[in-house]
């Protein structure tokens, strides 16, 4: 479920006592703040959820809670996991690979599952993000 705002990552102004903005605590009280999205970087994020949106409602692969953990690496500080979706007699599949690091960011960095799913035949693989 995604919150109103949530998909471009509008943050919830706090108002304290007297009406004014902070974020220290107070009251939630304000709307989404659509004026954020000229934000480049908030544009940018609307766009990926959308695509994962899109995605989510079109994929015969996510219409089935079949979720089979194909990889998971917690060494050396990495949170790293790897999970296919999907039937399993099935040639449609969905990999999701998930890195809850910052493992793998600096430049010319590479990370390889083993055990990737062999490319059904006649298909490619595609990043949806």
């Known amino acids: 479920m995604i919150l109103a705002g949530e998909e471009f990552a509008d943050q ?10 902070m974020q220290q605590g107070g009251k939630q009280v304000d709307p989404v703040n659509f004026s954020r999205l ?4 908030r544009r940018r994020i609307k766009e990926y959820v959308a695509r ?13 809670n079949d979720t089979e ?13 790897a999970w296919r979706r999907g039937r399993p007699d099935s ?22 599952v083993p055990n990737w799913p062999a490319t ?5 693989w595609r990043e949806i993000t």
């Open 69 to 81: 953990f194909i990889h998971v690496d917690f060494n050396d500080g990495k949170r790293v996991l």
């Open 91 to 112: 040639d449609k599949i969905a990999v999701v690979l998930a890195n809850f690091s910052d493992f793998g960011t600096n430049p010319g960095g590479e990370y390889r």
């Open 12 to 21: 919830h102004d706090l108002f304290d006592a007297d009406g004014n903005v």
């Open 38 to 41: 000229g934000d480049e970087w």
């Open 52 to 64: 994962l949106i899109k995605f989510r409602m079109t994929s015969d692969t996510l219409a089935v």
């Open 120 to 124: 059904p035949p006649g298909k490619q």
